[in-house]
């Protein structure tokens, strides 16, 4: 047996502490998130499913006003199903990771294509775009109390401190074990209720520094806990290379409104949003990100500042510019807005970062 394949999970683990604990832990404590109470008042899978795409690879404080919004204005997978892609980024603007909306909208539209409706089995949400692992198990056993259990990174850190793993946590031959323990958990019943519990945990006691032991179910059986050891399980996950971007962002007005640009499908950043003329730095020039030219004659160049952001592994330096237009030339991939409703327009933080720091030059001079 190779030493990756040995199991990790200790013979004398209390499996069935664990599971009760957790549950009953979960049962008194459970925050009021507003998935949570949509699906406990209407028992619709849509309300989770769209809440866990939301939260892939974004904190819940973040999600909460999008999902909101996003529910009030989709009610119904086939409301997602007969918007345009534009509606919907929009409505998820500011969250990042634009790909996964435009996969749930591909999803929908698979389903009623063929009048499917909604899957019921953990296998038919595995066959739609845009759903791993993850995200079936967890829509599968909280909408259908199918016993598959999650592993994500609150998980994982719950996992690596109850055995005491002073390894990353995202390691794929942990994460086989995470699974198998979890899948075993939630086979003892209620698996929706415990896969949200180990969450729970991990989000407001388990917490990457200062958990708070004092507050937690199963001190009894933790390992890190016995032997003080939280703050090495589990080690620091590698930090991926970041590369660093330079890019130019151009807001340009034409007679005293702004003028946005549909970014092309074959950018390399922010393909299809609609947001300020981007430029990216090659060797000594910028060049428009992406094919597509847009025919406009600037002049009146002047300097903002420069803001940061990221996306993925990419760190960008953006150099701000306010430049004017006399004239628009006729395309459907630019159109003029009122200052007042440029922000509400914007997808992408980073166009939103340089239209406040824009704002604020405008103030100041
Ligand atoms: S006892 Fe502490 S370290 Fe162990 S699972 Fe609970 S909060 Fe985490």
């Known amino acids: 047996m190779k030493k990756s394949e040995e199991p990790l999970i200790p013979r004398d683990f209390n499996g069935s502490f664990f599971h009760k604990n957790l549950k009953s832990w979960y049962e008194c404590y459970e925050r009021p998130l507003p998935w949570r109470v949509l699906w406990k008042q209407h028992r619709d899978p849509w309300h989770i499913w769209v809440s866990e795409i939301m939260l892939q690879q974004t904190v819940i404080k973040a999600v909460i006003p999008v999902y909101e919004r996003f529910i009030k204005r989709f009610p119904t997978f086939e409301d997602l199903a007969a918007a345009n892609s534009e509606e919907i980024r929009l409505e998820v603007r500011g969250l990042g990771y634009y790909r996964r909306f435009d996969l749930l909208h591909r999803a929908c539209m698979e389903l009623t294509k063929d009048g499917r409706g909604l899957p019921q089995k953990h296998h038919e949400w ?203 030339p006729k395309t459907e991939l630019i159109r003029i807005v009122d200052p007042r409703d440029v922000e509400e327009n914007l997808v992408s933080n980073l166009d939103r970062k340089a239209w406040v720091l824009l704002q604020k030059k405008l103030n100041l001079d």
């Open 126 to 328: 595995l066959e739609l775009p845009g759903i791993g692992t993850y995200t079936a198990a967890a829509i599968a056993s909280i909408t259908r109390a199918e016993p598959f259990g999650v592993v994500d990174g609150n998980v994982e850190r719950v996992l690596c401190r109850l055995m005491d793993i002073r390894l990353e946590p995202n390691l794929p031959h942990l994460k086989k074990h995470f699974k198998q323990l979890m899948d075993q958990a939630c086979s003892r019943g209620c698996p929706g209720v415990f896969n949200q519990a180990v969450m729970e945990l991990g989000q407001t006691i388990c917490t990457p520094t200062n958990p708070a032991c004092n507050l937690c179910p199963i001190t009894k059986i933790c390992s890190a806990f016995k032997q003080n050891s939280q703050h090495l399980a589990p080690a620091p996950k590698s930090k991926p290379q970041l590369i660093d971007v330079e890019m130019q962002l151009s807001i340009v007005s034409h007679c005293k409104k702004i003028v946005l640009c549909r970014r092309p499908d074959d950018a390399k950043f922010l393909k299809g949003t609609w947001g300020f003329f981007t430029a990216i730095r090659s060797r000594q020039e910028f060049h428009h990100d992406g094919q597509q030219q847009y025919g406009l004659k600037l002049s009146n160049k002047k300097q903002i500042g420069r803001v940061k952001h990221s996306i993925t592994k990419h760190r960008i330096m953006a150099n701000v510019l306010a430049l004017e237009t006399t004239k628009l």
